[in-house]
């Protein structure tokens, strides 16, 4: 389905509601579904990449009681299933997700992903992406900034513990180098912080100033 139809309406975050969390068994086979397609390990890692997937869900399930939106078990879900179009066949992995785990997962893996190519050796170029992703993510609703963070507080963590291993070297792993990296994490920044901050974006944007500090050396 278009990622038009999936749009639902725009909330800006109110105050905390209090919603006991409950995963069933829709929870148990979004992650055998994730572990099925997702068999790649991490970039630069031998570390299987259901690491990152069940980090992120980790994250989302840490806030439910705390966050100014309601962590639902599709929240917890479209966070294990996040990278699943993006990665793994685009428009036709998002239509098979509507499927298998309802419109409400599919909406949220919709406004994660910053590409639906089929092909995901065919996105394009990584400027275009994030600048599109970053513009998006402005009028995505509460639930997927949260995800977005989440994800986005993990790969940051990541990040910086091997930044203290391996120092400039990590760059080498992504697309784009120091510069644009931080830049992107700034941009992000930017819209969550104006959506109305929370304690993963609290954290994130904490690490992300001990990644600037401690790789502040490196020549441009």
């Not at 299987?48 to 869900?57: F, I, K, S």
Request: aromatic residues 6%.
């Amino acid at each position: 389905m278009p990622r038009e139809a999936m749009k639902r309406s725009r909330g800006r975050i109110g105050k905390p509601i209090p919603k006991t969390l409950h995963l069933s068994g829709k929870f148990t086979n979004a992650i055998d579904y994730a572990r099925i397609i997702h068999i790649e390990r991490r970039k630069g890692s031998a570390i299987p990449y259901m690491a990152h997937l069940l980090g992120v869900a980790s994250l989302v399930m840490g806030e439910a009681g705390h966050a100014r939106v309601a962590v639902t078990e599709d929240m917890v879900i479209a966070a294990i299933l996040h990278d699943a179009a993006e990665d793994h066949g685009g428009l036709t992995r998002l239509e098979d997700i509507e499927h298998n785990f309802g419109r409400e997962v599919a909406r949220m893996v919709d406004g994660l992903s910053d590409s639906l190519a089929e092909d995901s050796g065919n996105k394009a170029p990584w400027p275009e992406r994030k600048g599109a992703y970053i513009k998006r993510l402005r009028g995505e609703a509460a639930d997927v900034q949260l995800i977005s963070a989440a994800d986005k507080l993990y790969n940051t963590r990541a990040i910086l513990d091997d930044y203290r291993k391996i120092g400039p070297e990590v760059w080498k792993r992504f697309k784009r180098g120091r510069k644009e990296q931080i830049w992107y994490l700034r941009e992000l920044l930017k819209v969550f912080n104006g959506a109305g901050s929370n304690r993963i974006v609290a954290e994130l944007e904490r690490v992300t100033d001990e990644l600037v500090r401690i790789s502040a050396g490196e020549k441009a």
